[in-house]
């Protein structure tokens, strides 16, 4: 590798996306709350998907879902694809409720339905969950990623651990410096000039891989493909895969929901639109925007399988990153990894933004300190980010042992911890029926009854076997499923039979205000738009299908 050459073009990028991000921020007062929290509420469509996309697309992504499919194959892609029918829900159904609320955090949605306990214990939950479950996978990819790419441990004559080690704290203190002195305007920005980046560099991938694999005979790559992955392209999982297909319709598509419509670090981004028809275009250009994902997030794990076989890649975390380092040429390694690290720093950031909204407004204004100024409340959420990235950054050490791959074990520890803020968030919005008390032990009770459920017919939870009790193995997918259904239904049971007094005439705000009245006008083109997306996400599953079993 030129060295020089890809350090220079390294920094160039990265430069180029600060200087023009602080350029663009450098008259917001970001002492006011509302233009640090939500960017002045003056995002543009463009900005609220890129930043919908970068939040989501990182290495937790590139890294796992491409290492999930160089073992299990494109089965996997179904973390990619129905992700746009869960963005539709949040267009359509979740997002007119949040907006006639005028929140600012998904748990104070909670307080206005049910009480300030409700929305204490969500902000808590999310808060750990992200300091300890989402950040520190990032970190964790991206300081893999980097230190493969990069080769650290050879160009700096350290041990791969301590390359490792480096990079993760890196990316953590870039990304923190974003959200402490940029505010989400900032990240945002970021966000949009580094998504069109990650597109163009990511789909560029496979197409270099299949000149690899055809050594210089694109075609001929093809061909290679397809006699020998077949199977691994097939997109359909059977009952004993990674992803069985019927598992679309209960976990899986459960877990997105949480994702994009109840998930703080996503649905922000959406909060900081310029209006309500704004929000919703950026909604669906992330949904159409997702359709791209298997292209760069799933073949090209399967073409790394082909190119270097299951004992290099091992429990597939390494399958992207030796991939790149071996179909990319010098001039663009640089490129690529400015790309790359900034796909990190906009997950990382994202998330770092998030708890520190939900910690100002909903543990620090919300309970600790009600009468806290616009100013105090940032001051301590910018502290409290500081804190967040020490405690994501050791916990990234801890990391790495699971067999199943970073990406998988990421989506089960969320199953477990944040379905049961899913069943609380829908079970609100169906019914004013259920009181306050039943979605608090939810909430709580959600976790263990998740834990159980996967111990009694499931094949554990991380370092916690199964128990010997039952011969019958259920998906953890349709677990998770069962397991919010099960909440939700105690829930409605409760409401029927132990109803909720009748809700106060008007209820307690104290998010954001808004300089103007709600207006809940919606995009003109969001019926087309929610048609052509779910079109083609069919099509592509079919297609992938006809392909494999074309031979």
């Known amino acids: 590798m030129n060295l020089p050459l890809a350090i220079g073009s390294f920094l160039f990028f990265t430069v180029v996306v600060a200087l023009v991000s602080w350029w663009q921020t450098r008259r917001e007062d970001n002492s006011d709350a509302q233009t640090y929290f939500l960017a002045g509420r003056k995002l543009p469509w463009i900005q609220v ?177 397809l006699q020998h992955q077949a199977a691994k392209i097939d997109p359909v999982g059977g009952p004993g895969s990674n992803v069985p297909f019927d598992t679309l319709f209960t976990g899986m598509l459960f877990i997105n929901l949480f994702y994009w419509c109840t998930n703080q670090m996503i649905v922000q981004r959406s909060f900081g639109a310029k209006s309500f028809a704004e929000a919703q275009k950026g909604i669906l250009a992330t949904a159409g925007l997702k359709l791209l994902g298997p292209f760069f997030l799933v073949i090209p794990g399967i073409m790394a399988a082909e190119m270097f076989g299951a004992a290099a890649i091992g429990n597939g975390d390494l399958a992207y990153s030796l991939l790149v380092d071996a179909v990319l040429p010098p001039y663009l390694v640089g490129l690529f990894a400015a790309v790359f690290l900034g796909s990190v720093i906009s997950s990382f950031n994202g998330g770092l933004h998030s708890v520190s909204t939900m910690f100002s407004l909903d543990l620090y204004r919300g309970w600790l300190r009600p009468g806290a100024s616009d100013r105090e409340m940032v001051r301590a959420g910018k502290l409290f980010c500081v804190v967040i990235m020490f405690v994501a950054v050791f916990t990234t050490n801890l990391l790495g042992s699971s067999s199943e791959g970073i990406f998988t074990m990421m989506k089960q520890v969320m199953s477990a911890f944040k379905l049961p803020l899913l069943a609380v968030v829908v079970t609100g919005m169906l019914s004013r029926r259920v009181p306050a008390w039943a979605a608090n032990v939810s909430m709580i009770l959600g976790v263990f009854t998740s834990i159980l459920l996967n111990c009694l017919w499931g094949v554990g939870f991380l370092g916690l076997g199964r128990f010997d009790v039952s011969s019958l193995h259920i998906h953890w997918l349709h677990l998770a499923a069962l397991n919010t259904l099960l909440l939700c239904g105690f829930m409605l049971i409760v409401g029927w039979f132990a109803p909720a007094a009748p809700a106060a005439a008007s209820a307690k705000r104290d998010g954001l205000p808004s300089d103007v009245a709600v207006d809940l006008t919606p995009w003109r083109g969001l019926r087309v738009a929610s048609v052509v997306v779910s079109v083609l996400a069919v099509v592509l599953y079919f297609s992938l299908w006809r392909l494999a079993h074309s031979g």
């Open 49 to 225: 998907a890129g930043a919908l996309l970068l939040t989501n697309l990182s290495t937790e992504q590139l890294i796992g879902l491409n290492g999930a499919a160089s073992i299990h194959g494109a089965v996997v892609m179904a973390w990619e694809v129905v992700p746009v029918f869960a963005l539709i829900a949040m267009a359509w159904y979740f997002l007119p409720r949040y907006w006639s609320g005028n929140i600012t955090t998904v748990p104070q949605f909670l307080e206005q339905r049910f009480d300030a306990t409700a929305r204490r214990i969500m902000g808590i939950v999310f808060i750990i969950t992200i300091a300890l479950n989402i950040l520190p996978f990032v970190l964790y990819s991206g300081g893999l990623a980097m230190s493969t790419i990069f080769h650290v441990h050879t160009q700096l004559g350290i041990s791969e651990g301590a390359s490792f080690r480096l990079m993760a704290w890196s990316i953590g203190i870039i990304g923190t410096c974003y959200v402490l002195f940029g505010g989400m305007k900032a990240v945002a920005l970021s966000d949009t000039l580094y998504g069109a980046g990650l597109l163009v560099c990511g789909l560029l991938i496979p197409v270099l891989a299949l000149f690899k694999l055809g050594d210089g005979d694109f075609l001929a790559g093809m061909n290679r493909m």
